[in-house]
């Protein structure tokens, strides 16, 4: 049953194979000079103490391929689901040679015990080592990485750490099941893709967030916040742009931010906060980047009369909680989903 099963999943064992090797090559010859130079631009900023715009330039040279190899170990699992899961059972049902198999002494069992198995585990090291080589090559980029792409934030997190693996073998397993259900190949590919997307976008926003607690806490307004102040043209109260940063906490995920007065209100989305501007340091009428201390000039004047960023958040380090927690979810939902595979062959199919 086990060669049985090679010969039929060779070709696109092969192909996996081709693609991964390929990748690995190009991260191997690019992943060096990335790394190195990484590397000298933080001697070199760190001797005159400006690193903050090294990492701004940095990961702005590398951002094109640093998406794309993330990209790619995204959609990995559900190419894995779409043309290993769902023709795995589906395409038998439709040529009948399931039944040839049951009729020589072969359980309905043993048969998909074997093909679930042997399959899924490619699939799950076809998603890790292409994680781990992306990890590799990223290592740089993640360090230096602006908010929006840092490890924590929803994008990069599903690219990195053990999470792949988790993913792949959900979607293996849902693709299978699809099949199973359906007996049609196409309309199994086509449920699978919608269901596992469906998915991948409503758990990092609706279940992610609150895996643990999120932390809130007021900060004071500074260059890591604070994108830009500036005057309104007719107005006299200066406008803060947030970033989407948190001070002494790099890396966080950022689930909200909002300016707020001194009695805790929310400050409006215009971010005009009440200090006079006609004489002082904030009387500049053009737009100006924050002071970098943070508490001089027009930023040191609304931290004065009271205005703060109200932020809630998670911290850089439940990362590997968060990776822990999010692919024991998907191995429980790939252990149900492998229950009912084995309930509807024995119960359902004929």
Sequence with gaps: MIWLTWRQFRGAAAMMAAVLVVLAAALALTGPSLADA???GITACARNGDCARF??????????PFLIVTVIVLILPGLVGLFWGAPLISRELEAGTHLLVWNQSITRTRWLAVKLTFTAL????AAGLCGLAVTWWS??????????FALMDPLVFGARGIAPMGYAAFAFVLGVAMGMFLRRTLTAMAVTLVVFAALQIALPLLVRPHLLPPVSSAFTLSSENVDNIGLPRGGANPRVILDSAIPGHTGAWVLSSRLVDPAGRPVGADGLVQVSTTSGPCSPSEEQKPDPSGQSGCLGEINRVGYRQQATYQPFERFWPFQW??????ALLTLGLTGLCFWWIRRRLS
């Design 55 to 64: 990492f701004d330039r940095f990961f702005d040279d590398y951002q094109g």
């Design 38 to 40: 990484y590397s000298s």
């Design 122 to 125: 490619a699939a799950m090291a």
């Design 139 to 148: 290592g740089p980029l993640d360090k230096s990485a602006a908010p929006g």
């Design 325 to 330: 927690i999010e692919t024991g979810i998907y």
